[in-house]
């Protein structure tokens, strides 16, 4: 699964890759006229979109599993500090990212950038399947683990295949019975009994397809509440998106403080993979993921008061203050939830519960184009920015549900009400 994701994941950036060069050569008369230029826009949407999907089943595998089973064998609170690392990995790359290709349209072309980006990928595969593949050598957890997973899969086939035909022998001795004792009557009632075994059968057979079998593995998790509030986090406007970033545009932002902004906004992040381990070990992961999403809920109160504001130039920075400082709860509150899941799922539904987990997020991340499709007009941003506050606040609340239902409160208040003293006797 994992060379298989790895592969795809880099073949299809190169592919993108090769159809923008084309794209950038002949920028205002393609070879082979419109219908060639269509077809290599679709493959670098395509290609794009499959080279995402790849990314996402390697992030499955790797984050929610491979972390998780890396981390028993070590010392307490080594997954704290694995997730984090590999978080600040990840948001560092993201920010390193388009400044690397900034540099390159600018100091040397633009074809240079997806030529670079091809040959990257071209290079990076055979580095990355080996560092994989080291990992996966050196961690017998990993191989007991793919080995335990075969064994499961075979014996759920088996109980399955054992199950369906109890069922029908059942079934036939029942209608044995029927014909010797009441001939008339039993085949009224074979006929009822035929249709209800078909409708349970096909019941059955609904219930093991993959997409709807993954759907009711996800909502049977105990940190199911957990999981759907980090996903509704994805329904907004209030980050350095393309949305936002058209609407500051509009309001005359120049390019650079936007870029700026992103920074600061990544830096936030990095800040928070650095903090997340040291909040963890005081409130530990419940706690720790309930006072984060309060406090980006909190900290882009500022973007709702930047709606009534004005001055453009005023509200735009409250706008930009608001979304860059959020980031350290948000990914704080990313962090929280992460690890929850990953400690309470059982290892052989974490790949279907990851996957449901990340179907959800993009789910509402295209949500928030559709509204963006919907909501054209500059104007009524403002609506947007309310509706994505309120996504924030039903994030908070269908965590703050979690946490009741596994702790039974929210906070000790008792501590905060009893004087100091009554705690140190």
């Known amino acids: 699964m994992v060379q298989f994701s790895l592969g795809i994941q880099n073949g299809s950036v190169v592919a993108a890759g090769l159809a923008v060069v084309m794209l950038l050569l002949h920028p205002w008369a393609t070879p082979g006229g419109f219908s060639v230029f269509v077809m290599l826009v679709v493959i670098v949407n395509v290609f794009g979109a499959i080279s995402a999907l790849a990314g996402m089943a390697m992030d499955v595998v790797v984050e929610r599993d491979w972390v998780v089973l890396i981390a028993e064998k070590q010392a307490p609170g080594s997954l704290t500090k694995i997730n984090s690392v590999m978080r600040r990995i990840d948001l560092s790359c993201k920010l390193l990212a388009p400044i690397v290709v ?6 040397v072309s633009v074809l240079a950038s997806p030529v670079l980006i091809a040959v990257w990928n071209i290079i990076s595969v055979g580095i990355e399947y080996w560092l994989l593949h080291h990992v996966y050598v050196s961690m017998p957890a990993l191989q007991q683990k793919s080995t335990a997973h075969q064994a499961y899969q075979a014996s759920s086939q088996f109980a399955e ?7 029908l022998s059942v079934f036939e001795r029942d209608n044995m019975s029927q ?11 074979n006929t009822g009994q035929q249709t209800t075994s078909r409708q349970s059968t096909f ?11 993954g759907w009711v593995t996800y909502m049977h998790q105990e940190a199911v509440l957990a999981g759907l509030a980090l996903a509704v986090l ?17 309001r005359g932002i120049p390019p650079y403080v936007l870029g700026l902004a992103r920074g600061v906004a990544a830096m936030m992040g990095i800040l928070a993979t650095f903090i997340f381990p040291i909040v963890h070990a005081r409130l530990q992961t419940v706690r720790t993921g309930n006072w984060s999403i309060w406090i980006q809920w909190s900290l882009l109160s500022v973007c709702v008061v930047s709606v009534w504001i004005h001055n453009s130039k005023v509200a735009s920075l409250l706008l930009i203050s608001g979304v860059a400082a959020s980031r350290l709860g948000l990914w704080l509150f990313d962090l929280s939830v992460t690890q929850l899941m990953q400690e309470s799922v059982p290892v052989a539904e974490r790949g279907v519960v990851g996957g449901v987990q990340r179907s959800l997020q993009s789910l509402m991340d ?13 104007q009524d941003f403002g609506i947007t920015i309310c509706m994505s506050y309120g996504a924030v606040l ?4 269908l965590y703050s549900m979690h946490v009741y239902r596994v702790r039974g409160h929210l906070f000790h208040f008792d501590r905060l009400l009893r004087p100091r003293w009554i705690h140190n006797t």
């Open 394 to 397: 039903t994030s908070a609340l």
């Open 366 to 378: 295209m949500l928030t184009y559709a509204v963006g499709m919907v909501i054209v007009r500059p």
């Open 234 to 250: 994805y329904f907004t406007v209030l980050s350095f998106g393309s949305l936002m970033s058209a609407f500051l545009s509009w």
């Open 179 to 189: 014909m010797e004792g009441h001939e008339e009557v039993s085949l009224l009632k």
């Open 203 to 213: 019941l059955n057979k609904l219930k093991k397809l993959p997409v709807i079998e």
């Open 102 to 107: 900034g540099f390159m349209m600018s100091s």
């Open 161 to 167: 295949s054992n199950a369906e035909e109890v069922e």
